[in-house]
């Protein structure tokens, strides 16, 4: 093995493990990220659609997403380098009892954890988002605090300051086993070489389970794609994300925001998933979606798709990440299993996991850890994934 050695490695540079390498770089820790494709943020992160959202039911996803909207929304004036931070706030319309009892349920679980709520009754709404259909709305949450960036300028803007504080990327380079010895890491091998480490990071995304095998390890992560798109710029409409949480048919919800340069973005959760890594566009994908946008806000029908395009979610058994270490193997870290919330939940990963490898946990990190532990219960699935 090379005599080179780090105190942690990580695998991935995508939308947790370029965070994660910032973060741990700016607490002094000697860090290198190794990522089989060419760039930053080359994975699932450059098919995000940029939402950022702390409007979870899961208190630790709350969290974490309340800790990335701090850092996303403060980066430009921090770092003097434009993400396209915006405050859009986020809303999730009721159109349905159930839906409207299963909302308010949740507001009280949101309201004490700390997130900025609240319900907004039908006429609210229609002001709050211009052009919503009134026939049936009977109201919806609102979280003004929520909002939105660019995947690929946060990724580029991770990465640069990453290496400005001493982190080391080795792109075009693939780990091939994760070394142990007297039952710990001691290092990784790659296809060209080996690094010595005491602490392996996988935050592989969509790849994390294949990574766990490495190290002989399981994880519960099956990734499943997803298609989104874009539209051709339109005056402006609205500024909040608009997320729908009927099913309907081949589709469980969907959601849709305007960018501030006028294109709508759009996306679905498709009912029954496709399991696996094809990432070729549907022909079923645009009608269904263009179907309750237009539902939901008329006057896009008179909108112009440019593209659409297909990304990784990687699923864990119940809609939520698995973060921590791995008493079966010390030196093991994970953060895998973001389920498509990658982009959002991101930054306040990879300050926990930083505060994790430096041993300065707070009570609340332990509750997280806890709560997003490999060992729990997966039972209990998050109600607005």
Request: charged share 25%; net charge negative.
């Amino acid at each position: 093995m090379s005599a080179k050695s780090y105190d942690v490695v990580i695998a991935g540079a995508g939308s947790v493990g370029l965070p994660a390498a910032y973060h741990l770089a700016a607490r002094g820790v000697k860090t290198l990220v190794i990522d089989p494709l060419p760039s930053p943020g080359q994975g699932s992160n450059k098919a995000a659609i940029g939402g950022v959202r702390a409007t979870h039911s899961k208190p630790s996803k709350i969290r974490l997403c309340l800790d990335s909207i701090a850092e996303l929304s403060s980066w430009r004036e921090r770092h003097g380098r434009e993400i396209e931070w915006f405050a859009g706030g986020y809303v999730f319309v009721a159109y349905h009892e159930d839906d409207r009892r299963e909302l308010l349920e949740l507001l009280e679980v949101q309201q004490s954890h700390g997130l900025d709520i609240g319900w907004l009754e039908r006429d609210e709404l229609i002001e709050r988002v211009p052009h919503l259909s009134a026939e049936g709305l009977l109201g919806g949450t609102y979280a003004p605090s929520d909002g939105s960036a660019s995947p690929l300028l946060t990724a580029r803007a991770y990465y640069e300051e990453a290496v400005r504080l001493g982190a080391e990327f080795h792109f075009g380079e693939r780990i091939t086993a994760i070394i142990r010895r007297h039952g710990r890491v001691v290092g990784v091998r790659t296809e060209r070489g080996g690094y010595a480490t005491a602490t392996i990071l996988n935050a592989a995304g969509a790849w994390g389970q294949a990574v766990a095998r490495m190290a002989g390890l399981d994880v519960p992560v099956t990734p499943d794609s997803h298609e989104a798109g874009i539209t051709e710029p339109l005056a402006p409409l609205f500024d909040p994300m608009v997320v729908d949480i009927r099913p309907g048919e081949g589709v469980k919800n969907s959601y849709f925001y305007q960018r501030r340069e006028g294109q709508i973005l759009f996306c679905l959760t498709p009912d029954p998933p496709f399991l696996g890594t094809d990432r070729r566009e549907t022909s079923g994908f645009l009608p269904r979606i263009a179907d309750r946008m237009v539902d939901r806000v008329p006057i896009l029908s008179r909108a112009k798709v440019r593209r659409t395009w297909r990304g990784l979610y990687p699923m864990t058994p119940d809609g939520s990440p698995i973060i921590g270490a791995v008493e079966e193997l010390p030196g093991y870290l994970q953060a895998v299993g973001m389920c498509g919330q990658g982009y959002m939940l991101g930054p306040g990963v990879g300050q926990l996991i930083a505060r994790l490898v430096s041993g300065a946990l707070s009570d609340h990190d332990h509750e997280v850890l806890k709560d997003l532990s490999a060992n729990r219960d997966f039972t209990s699935a998050e109600a607005l994934g």
